[in-house]
């Protein structure tokens, strides 16, 4: 079965960095796209980029872009979220997900696995 | 301030028929398919609708979700206590080139 297991929490200074994992399991893991997610406390879900397991293309939301790095490492079938120069916005729990797709003249798009999150807290 | 909007809150008895609406523009739900998730608190979404309309394995029939021009909506029947979580639409945007959510609707059963 499909599964995505997130690295445990972690809790930085301001200006500091996280690096979180989310290693993928039951499924080719070049097959798919790992998106991130995250849901600051309270808050809605937030999209912050994707990368493509296949070629490591990646696309990040305008918002993070110049601060958030993705990878994956085939070899173990894992992808990383490193975000920089964090700040107390940047607490929230952040999610891998896997985007699926099928199709052929027109693809579909959605994210049917989720790992359990991350906690990421940023206080001095 | 998220892009697709969803009402903060929705309620009703059980039994009831309870819908949930997202409304957005002409760039991400008229232009692409809706997925909807349900979220417990402290765990992580699951898939609820795919596509618009398409219910995943094990989600019973009781949840469905159309889509119209650039709004969508997600409909409960016979509301059971264990529907209380909160629901989010998301959609693929072209002008930003990104996935958006919605806010999320918190739905309480009375």
């Known amino acids: 079965q499909v599964q995505l297991v997130q690295s445990g929490a972690e809790l930085r200074k301001p200006g500091a960095s996280v690096k979180v994992s989310c290693k993928a399991s039951?499924?080719?893991?070049?097959?798919?796209?790992i998106v991130w997610v995250r849901q600051a406390p309270g808050q809605g879900l937030e999209w912050m980029g994707w990368i493509s397991a296949f070629n490591f293309n990646t696309n990040y939301a305008r918002k993070f872009q110049g601060r958030v790095t993705m990878t994956t490492d085939t070899s173990t079938s894992t992808a990383y979220m490193e975000l920089r120069s964090l700040t107390s916005d940047d607490t929230a729990v952040y999610y891998c997900a896997r985007e699926y797709y099928y199709g052929s003249d027109s693809y579909y798009y959605y994210f049917d696995y989720w790992g359990q999150g991350t906690l990421v807290t940023v206080s001095s | 301030q998220s892009v697709l909007t969803q009402p903060p809150s929705a309620s009703g008895t059980p039994g009831q028929r309870v819908t949930i609406s997202c409304s957005g523009s002409?760039?991400?739900?008229?232009?692409?398919?809706v997925n909807w998730f349900r979220q417990f608190p402290g765990t992580s979404p699951k898939l609820l609708i795919y596509?618009?309309?398409q219910r995943p394995s094990g989600v019973p029939d009781r949840f469905s979700a159309s889509k119209s021009g650039t709004s969508a909506s997600l409909a409960i029947s016979g509301l059971q206590s264990e529907d209380e979580a909160d629901y989010f639409c998301?959609?693929?945007?072209?002008?930003?080139?990104?996935?958006?959510f919605g806010g999320g609707t918190k739905l309480t059963v009375l």
């Open positions: 998301a959609a693929w945007d072209d002008s930003l080139n990104g996935w958006v």
């Open positions: 596509t618009n309309d």
């Open positions: 002409s760039s991400n739900i008229g232009f692409a398919s």
């Open positions: 039951g499924y080719t893991f070049t097959t798919y796209s």
